[in-house]
C-alpha cells in the first residue's frame, strides 16, 4: 500500500525567508508520480511541482523546488524568498498504478504553512 | 481552458435527507475522481471513474454513490445523510494511466448537515 507521511503539522516562517516541507512515501511501486498541492483557505487544490519516479534531475517551478532523493523515499518542497500569499495549507501526494488500469492519488495529512511579516 | 467546475460551492442539509454533487471536468480529461475533506480524516479518496466506469473506491459506506456521463462528466450522491458527512467534497480530473500526469482539482462543494 502508498503511504505518504508529512511530520510537521504547522510552520511558522518568516517573510522572505526559504521554508522546506517535508514529505516522506512508502511504495513498492517502481513507477509514480510526486506532486505538491497549495490549498489556500478557499480550499481549492493548487498544483505546484511534480516530480516523476524515474526523474534523475530535481523538479523546479519558479520559487518551488523539489528535493527529491529516491533512496530516503523523500521528496521536499523548498519555497524560495517566501511571501505572505504563501500562507496556506501544503499536501504532498503520490499518483500511483492502482490495478485494473486505474490510477490513484494518495495524500498526506498536510502541513499548515504560516508566514509572518 | 475550463477548470474543473463544481457545482454547487454551498450546500446545507438536514440529517436523512441526500445531496448530488455535480463535477464538470476539463475538456479531454476522462478520469475524475472525488475525495472527501474533513478537519479530523484529512483527504480520503472517495471513487474514480474513467468512461462511464467506477474503477476505484474508497473505504466508505454505500451510501455513497457515483456516476459518470458520456460526457465525463460526474456526480456524487449521498444519501440518508448524517452529521459525520460534513465535510468539504472535491472533485479532480485527469488524463487517465499517465502517472506523470497531475490531477486538477475543483473549488470544492462545502456540504454542512445540520
Request: aromatic share 12%; charged share 15%.
Amino acid at each position: 500500500a502508498q503511504k505518504i507521511t508529512q511530520t510537521q503539522p504547522g510552520m511558522f516562517v518568516q517573510e522572505k525567508e526559504a521554508v522546506t516541507l517535508d514529505c516522506t512515501y512508502d511504495t513498492s511501486d517502481q513507477s509514480y508520480g510526486l506532486f505538491w498541492y497549495k490549498q489556500p483557505s478557499s480550499g481549492e487544490m493548487i498544483f505546484l511541482i511534480y516530480q516523476g519516479s524515474y526523474d534523475e534531475q530535481n523538479a523546479t517551478e519558479g520559487r518551488y523546488s523539489l528535493n527529491f532523493q529516491k533512496a530516503r523515499k523523500s521528496a521536499n518542497l523548498v519555497i524560495s524568498a517566501s511571501q505572505l500569499g504563501d500562507s496556506a495549507m501544503y499536501f504532498c501526494a503520490m499518483r500511483y498504478h492502482s490495478g485494473g488500469g486505474a490510477d490513484g492519488l494518495t495524500f498526506g495529512k498536510g502541513t499548515h504553512l504560516i508566514i509572518q511579516p | 481552458k475550463a477548470g474543473v467546475t463544481q457545482t454547487p460551492r454551498y450546500l446545507i442539509k438536514t440529517r436523512g435527507q441526500q445531496v448530488t454533487l455535480s463535477c464538470s471536468p476539463i475538456s479531454g480529461h476522462r478520469s475524475v475522481s472525488w475525495y472527501q475533506q474533513t478537519p479530523g480524516q484529512g483527504l480520503q479518496f472517495l471513487f474514480e471513474y474513467f468512461s462511464e466506469t467506477q474503477r476505484n473506491k474508497g473505504n466508505f459506506p454505500g451510501r455513497f454513490s457515483g456516476r459518470q456521463f458520456s460526457n465525463s462528466r460526474s456526480e456524487m450522491n449521498v444519501s440518508t445523510l448524517e452529521l459525520g458527512d460534513s465535510a468539504l467534497y472535491l472533485c479532480a480530473s485527469s488524463l487517465a494511466g499517465r502517472i506523470n500526469y497531475g490531477y486538477t482539482f475543483g473549488s470544492g462543494t462545502r456540504l454542512t448537515v445540520v
